[in-house]
């Protein structure tokens, strides 16, 4: 089973760019579907995207769809999520979650493997 690790938040303004880092442990990155997630104080937790590491399909929420994109480097077993014009909105924990080998986003299958989360702090 694939353990995911993620890193990359901090504290930005608005208008500012983040990339956040999913790394894979356990096996590698190479045909999966591996999802990012947030929670704000308060708020449930929501899912902005998802990519689908055997063919590179990726979905995303509306409200991220102009501003994130999802990218992988097989050599790193990372997938990572750029992050521009970010707005204080966007401020949570964000997550990674992978599933399992040869998974595909579009059939929404259970995530299996979560991060410990990494912060980001949007201020106006």
């Known amino acids: 089973e694939v353990q995911v690790v993620e890193s990359g938040g901090g504290v930005v303004r608005t208008g500012e760019s983040l990339r956040l880092s999913c790394s894979a442990s356990?096996?590698?990155?190479?045909?999966?579907?591996v999802g990012w997630f947030r929670q704000a104080p308060g708020k449930e937790r929501e899912g902005i995207s998802c990519?689908?590491?055997?063919?590179?399909?990726?979905y995303f929420q509306n409200s991220v769809k102009d501003r994130f994109t999802m990218s992988t480097d097989s050599a790193k077993n990372t997938v990572y999520l750029q992050m521009n014009n970010l707005k204080p909105e966007d401020t949570a924990g964000y997550y990674c979650?992978?599933?399992?080998?040869?998974?595909?986003?579009?059939?929404?299958?259970?995530?299996?493997?979560w991060g410990q989360g990494t912060q980001v702090t949007v201020s106006s």
């Open positions: 356990g096996s590698s990155f190479d045909d999966y579907a």
């Open positions: 990519i689908s590491t055997g063919d590179g399909s990726s």
């Open positions: 979650a992978a599933s399992y080998h040869g998974s595909r986003c579009h059939d929404e299958p259970n995530l299996d493997s």
